[in-house]
């Protein structure tokens, strides 16, 4: 929202400078966007005297003058303006000078042989106006050697605030002017809102025509003709103030609707009444019917918009723009005004559909006062009669304003106990007072009736943001929170960083992270051991996601079926997220999950990419294991898991007999068939919650241990049944001397008839550690038999000779 410094003092008696007023804006809440002065751009600008104009030697339409600039020794300007004359007096510029208009930086040149020191300027180069015929002309009293801007009254500051939505009072200079005058920035001017006479009944009715007249987009319409009316230029005065905010003064009928709608934020439009047939009326548009607009553009409207029509179609459209046919031009003589309230939310939507942009549309859709048609149509007349002249008819009615009374009451401590500020009952009330609230009640308590120009007020706590706001934000001390601790605790728990060190190390691995919904269709969810009942969604998004998903691996199915799809068979999905068994609490648990399809790597010359099998996953699931700090040596491994993996290629990692972990394996093919899509698909499932916690949080690794002495290295093959894995061996080895056997690993099996039926031999190396010195022979036998019979005991094997 711009204006100018005098254009605020219209409505506002102040001494209070500028700069005063802009500070003063900011601080109550009408933040400060830019502050700028014409003047200061014209500053170099000088009243100066043409002493002699002759032609240009060289050149018809150029003239060389000796301008007189007030420094004491005449200038040589080359000027190309037909008034340039000897005796005139205008407007100079010396060299160095930046020329707004021209966006030009002058510089002592030589035009057609002759030097030229400066340049005599026109309106336009000044951004003044668009004329641009010939250079400035002053009167015989101009003072040569004064600033031009000094003297022609352009020292008037433009003041740009930022105001937000909730705020369409202050789109109006005056709701302005009455915010800073709370501020005690000033005293308010009174508004002269006598009505106008009218000398004669207007031949033109308004009408409004809805199916519902209780409840319309537009329920009161004000109109008044004029007759007799000159639509010239409008004053200098208020062309200076359209230009100051950005607007371009077109006439004067057009520029007084402008004015009124910057400086009171009532928008109005002006018809040339000789060009309205019949009744002026306000309906919804007619499916297909258009419009030219004043911006030169058909619009084609539907039954949801509003518009403001004649007898032979639409005139305007209501609240945004108006029409070509009936716009005024220099030769109206007779006039209908227009003042009307439409309804915010239909004006906002029609301008989005639309496309247009318009002061009026920003400030219907936001809200204009409604108990201020009537006054700003009397404002607009009283400008029209003495700016055009003209005759006045009466005002022409339909419909009534939507004001709606509301009261709210304050309790008078709850500015303190609400903001934190100690503001006196006595200065509370002036506040709003000023601001226009009506009040009644006690000194404990009172009752405040809302303005009807704030629709934002809706509660006691707002009528406290109006008193805070208008004492000044910046007058809230700032008061600092009690610190708790002196070094604040890590901010996400164990169980959290869990989740995300999974997820690194699987990103480390090649996956990618897939998002997707935490819920599935049905079939899907009954394929994963869901679909209950008490999973299915009350009211969901869409029939394709009616169940909460059982797991995360039927969406990480699905994702990897579009993406093979598409021609990308390789693929590594993984996501971390809730699963849910049940509805109760407990029943939701942290998963993390990944899939596998397709071969390990690219094709490559130098080896054959293979197949991804139920390793490449149990790969994947210890992987996350060991990031979430899971008890790795303590895991057994099973071959058992879910329904939907296949019963022959599936693991588990347990932690006791009823603690799962993690499951890993290829997917079973009639889920696959089931999903279309086409196999194998190998996949894991860490359960993140079942992982126990650490006992206590280390904040640091511990130091390395070491060993500077050599490895000790022994290999044992044992005989065992089939059965036996081969995982119950290495528990024993390792558990046969905690402090010396630092390691056991399988290097060989072996099966055949000469071990007889239903037998294996499993070979382990052993590394045995010694800390303190050198291990002798005699010790290193006794861990070897100790080794030898933890194993027997173990797995009922035999050591093979």
Not at 14 to 28: C, D, G, K, R, Y
Not at 292 to 309: K, P
Not at 503 to 521: C, I, K, M, Q
Request: glycine content about 10%; hydrophobic content about 40%.
């Amino acid at each position: 929202m711009k204006f100018t410094l005098s254009w605020l003092k219209d409505h506002l008696e102040t001494e209070a400078s500028a700069e005063e007023i802009a500070e003063a804006l900011t601080h109550i809440g009408l933040e400060l966007e830019s502050l700028t002065n014409p003047a200061e751009a014209l500053r170099p600008f000088v009243i100066a005297r043409v002493l002699e104009a002759r032609q240009h030697p060289n050149a018809d339409r150029l003239r060389v003058c000796m301008v007189e600039t007030g420094a004491g020794v005449p200038v040589q300007v080359v000027c190309g303006a037909p008034n340039a004359r000897t005796g005139m007096i205008g407007v100079f510029a010396p060299p160095g000078t930046y020329v707004p208009g021209t966006g030009v930086d002058l510089k002592v040149g030589t035009i057609r042989g002759v030097e030229s020191n400066g340049m005599l300027v026109s309106e336009r180069e000044l951004q003044l106006s668009d004329a641009h015929e010939g250079i400035i002309e002053l009167g015989a009293d101009a003072p040569v050697g004064r600033s031009y801007a000094s003297w022609m009254g352009l020292d008037d500051p433009v003041i740009d605030v930022g105001v937000t939505p909730n705020r369409p009072d202050a789109l109006g200079v005056y709701g302005i002017a009455r915010d800073l005058a709370a501020k005690g920035m000033g005293r308010l001017k009174p508004l002269n809102r006598a009505p106008v006479e009218g000398s004669f009944a207007s031949p033109i009715s308004v009408d409004l025509r809805f199916e519902d007249p209780t409840n319309t987009p537009c329920p009161l319409f004000v109109g008044r003709y004029f007759r007799g009316v000159t639509n010239g230029p409008s004053p200098a005065w208020m062309q200076k103030r359209l230009r100051a905010i950005g607007l371009r003064p077109i006439s004067a009928l057009v520029d007084i609707t402008n004015y009124v709608t910057h400086g009171y934020g009532r928008p109005l439009h002006v018809f040339d009444a000789d060009k309205v047939a019949g009744t002026v009326h306000a309906r919804l548009a007619q499916d297909g019917e258009t419009i030219e607009a004043l911006d030169g553009r058909t619009y084609t409207l539907d039954g949801t918009m509003t518009v403001i029509a004649d007898d032979n179609g639409p005139e305007g459209i209501a609240g945004i723009m108006g029409g070509e046919r009936t716009g005024c031009t220099g030769t109206t003589r007779n006039v209908f005004l227009e003042a009307a309230y439409f309804d915010p939310i239909r004006t906002a939507t029609t301008g989005r559909k639309l496309g247009i942009h318009s002061d009026a549309r920003y400030r219907f859709e936001r809200g204009v006062d409604p108990a201020f048609v009537e006054t700003g149509a009397e404002i607009a007349t009283r400008l029209i009669l003495e700016i055009c002249g003209g005759e006045a008819s009466d005002l022409v009615v339909a419909g009534a304003a939507p004001i709606r009374s509301r009261s709210y009451r304050l309790r008078m401590d709850r500015v303190r106990s609400l903001a934190g500020v100690d503001i006196p009952a006595g200065e509370q009330l002036d506040i709003l007072r000023a601001l226009g609230f009506t009040i009644a009640g006690t000194d404990a308590e009172i009752v405040a009736e809302v303005p009807s120009w704030r629709p934002d007020i809706d509660g006691e706590a707002d009528l406290v943001e109006e008193i805070v706001r208008i004492h000044g934000l910046d007058r809230i001390e700032s008061v600092p929170l009690p610190r708790l601790t002196t070094v604040t605790g890590r901010s996400i728990t164990q169980a959290q960083r869990r989740r995300f060190m999974a997820a690194r190390a699987l990103a480390a691995r090649g996956f990618n992270e897939a998002v997707t919904w935490s819920f599935l269709p049905k079939a899907q969810a009954e394929l994963f051991g869901g679909g209950q009942h008490a999973l299915e969604l009350a009211n969901p998004i869409s029939s394709e996601l009616s169940d909460m998903r059982p797991s995360l691996l039927p969406n990480l199915v699905a994702a990897a079926a579009r993406n093979m799809a598409r021609g990308f068979g390789d693929l590594m999905l993984f996501e971390g997220g809730q699963a849910y068994g049940g509805d109760r609490p407990e029943d939701e648990r942290v998963n993390v999950s990944g899939i596998r399809c397709g071969a390990t790597g690219p094709r490559h010359w130098s080896a054959q990419p293979r197949p991804v099998d139920v390793y490449d996953a149990k790969a994947d699931a210890l992987a996350v294991l060991a990031a979430a700090g899971a008890p790795l040596d303590k895991l057994q491994v099973v071959a058992e898991g879910p329904s939907w993996y296949h019963p022959g290629r599936v693991g588990s990692f347990m932690l006791g007999p009823k603690n799962r972990l993690a499951t890993f394996g290829e997917l079973h093919p009639r889920v696959l068939d089931a999903m279309d899509v086409a196999g194998p698909l190998v996949a894991f499932e860490v359960d993140l919650d079942a992982i126990p916690l650490p006992k206590a949080t280390k904040t640091a690794r511990p130091a390395l241990a070491a060993s500077d002495l050599q490895a000790v290295r022994r290999d044992f093959a044992f005989l065992v049944d089939e059965s036996v894995a081969a995982d119950r061996l290495l528990r024993a080895a390792r558990s046969a001397d905690k402090t010396l056997v630092q390691d056991a690993a399988v290097f060989d099996v072996f099966a055949g008839p000469a071990l007889g039926e239903g037998r294996k031999s499993v070979a382990i190396e052993v590394t045995l550690q010694p800390r303190e010195r050198t291990l002798t022979d005699e010790e290193i036998d006794k861990v070897s038999a100790a080794i030898v019979a933890a194993v027997e005991k173990a797995t009922g094997g035999q050591l093979r000779g």
